[in-house]
């Protein structure tokens, strides 16, 4: 099968997920290098910078998009498109076009939960793709709600490049990850538990993120603010006791590499399925 991979966003396993689609035998066209995004482990100013850029392009981008699917689809027929993507730098009217091609649209979705967040960023453009990957089984019922077609597929991981190293063991518990939505107040109820738990990740030694008030997500809602101003006096407690501990606990990010390895390094690794608490209804 000829299968156009793009992936404009620095996707966390988009470059396993095309090994893996030319280890099964597909013939593999990639976007090209103009898409690349940062790390999915980069510093938030890099990140911050690429959504910026991404915004100013986004007409400029998505037209490129449409001509190299065309330059790729008449030199060799494609039998699928596969993106990664989101309302924020891709229009629905992109993958109408490239449907109108004759190739099946295949949309991979990392942030379709909970269902405000994916009727804001998702919707239009789940509604344009004709199927949609989620690894939320809680999205399912976003996607039925508008129609959409869905397949729920969960992660997987390269066991080419995710294998165990021959460590000693330096740690009791560890987590890698972004300090995002509840992530944090369970880790520091394991931390208050005395437990000697390490953290690594974006955001951790963030004042600004630490009381919940991600300035780049803001939506000018003065309640967003209240709650995050609110917090602010938990955590200023809860940092006084723990005030010899935090560089301990909380580190900066690691390379893909050092994430790797650190999980030989210790005797429990957390891992969450997602990091939105539940919507009330």
Known sequence: MRIFSAQPYYFPFGRDLNSALVEMGHDLVIKSDEWSGPAFNSKRKERKEYYERLKKEKTGVN????????????????DLFVSATDMLITYPETIEKIKRLGIPTLNIAHDDIPESVFFEQCKDLALAFDYNWTFQMEAIKSYKKIGAKVIYVPVGANPHLFKPYNC???FDVIFIGRNKGY???ILKTIAD??????VWG???RNIVMIIGLDLYELRASQDK???????????????????GKIKKIFGTYLSVDEMIKMYSRSNI????????????N
């Open 202 to 204: 974006d955001g951790w």
């Open 193 to 198: 538990m005395g437990i000697d738990i390490r």
């Open 225 to 243: 603010v209240r709650k995050s101003l609110d917090l602010f006096w938990s955590e200023l407690v809860w940092h006084i006791r723990h005030f």
């Open 183 to 185: 992530r944090r107040k």
């Open 269 to 280: 690794t957390l891992n969450f399925s997602g990091y939105f608490e539940p919507e009330q």
């Open 63 to 78: 037209k490129r998009w449409i001509k190299e699917v065309e330059k790729a689809h008449e030199k060799k027929k494609v």
């Open 168 to 170: 000693e063991r330096e």
